[in-house]
């Protein structure tokens, strides 16, 4: 058996990928054709790559997209400057559609799952991650400096001055994007609510991690990988509320 490489070091990361490989292996052949919305840097394009899958990676993000391609030595997986109504109007349709950590970033969220829904087989699955928005992170990290930004005080510039300290620069192994802010808050109530109105249904539910990514647990954590093993484990045992992440599955109704 072909030992699995990962590009992501976190194993929060790396469980969500497993997640998102797994939907797609357990329906498809490797020969399927599939699409990575909002692909970012191309981790999991690449990663389903080595799979041996059909994949196209797109972002609005010309950076995010140029650092894809750098990483990319596989011919069947592309990368492009492209927004998904592009390629609606090509006529372009996938077996599966990643939607992995974009949701989040939209004011309007349905507008894309409409033109996501025309770009799917009817057999087809979209497969959609995004942090728990009353989950442990977005509760005490992401909410509150998003306020403290706002106010633009003295705490948020001391706030930038320590993460410029502890090596925090803004971007992620996932994307090398300019703008990360998260701007929609989802519970695991949203998300059902989202994909009735969107004419899917919910097939799947996933879990993330727990504290991990809190400060200052995630000081911590991302140099002890055991820690991060065992914080995953207990998201698992834990109710969804207090998952970091959703990891879920959609079909067309």
Not at 69 to 76: A, F, V, Y
């Amino acid at each position: 058996m072909n030992r699995i490489t990962y590009e992501y070091n976190r194993l929060a990361d790396r469980k969500r990928l497993d997640f998102i490989a797994g939907a797609v292996q357990h329906r498809f052949s490797d020969k399927a054709r599939i699409l990575d919305v909002g692909c970012g840097n191309g981790v999991i394009s690449r990663h389903l790559g080595r799979m041996g899958y059909n994949v196209l990676g797109i972002d609005v993000s010309a950076d995010a997209i140029e650092k894809a391609r750098q990483l990319n030595d596989m011919e069947n997986v592309k990368f492009e400057v492209l927004s998904a109504e592009q390629l609606v109007a090509d006529g372009k349709t996938f077996d599966a559609v990643i939607c992995s950590e974009v949701l989040e970033h939209l004011s309007y969220p349905s507008a894309l799952l409409k033109v996501l829904y025309q770009s799917i087989k009817p057999d087809g699955i979209l497969i959609v991650t995004v942090p728990n928005g009353a989950g442990p992170r977005e509760l005490l990290v992401t909410r509150p400096v998003l306020k403290m930004r706002e106010r633009n005080g003295f705490i948020w510039k001391l706030v930038q001055k320590m993460k410029s300290g502890l090596g925090y620069n803004g971007t992620t192994v996932q994307s090398a994007a300019s703008n990360l802010d998260h701007i929609q808050f989802f519970k695991k109530s949203d998300l059902r609510r989202l994909s009735e109105e969107n004419n899917f249904r919910i097939t799947g539910f996933g879990k993330a991690n727990f504290i991990e990514d809190v400060f200052p647990f995630s000081f911590v954590t991302k140099r002890v990988p055991a820690l991060q093993w065992l914080d995953c484990k207990i998201a698992d045992l834990l109710p969804y509320q207090f998952t970091g992440g959703f990891f879920t599955v959609w079909e067309k109704k």
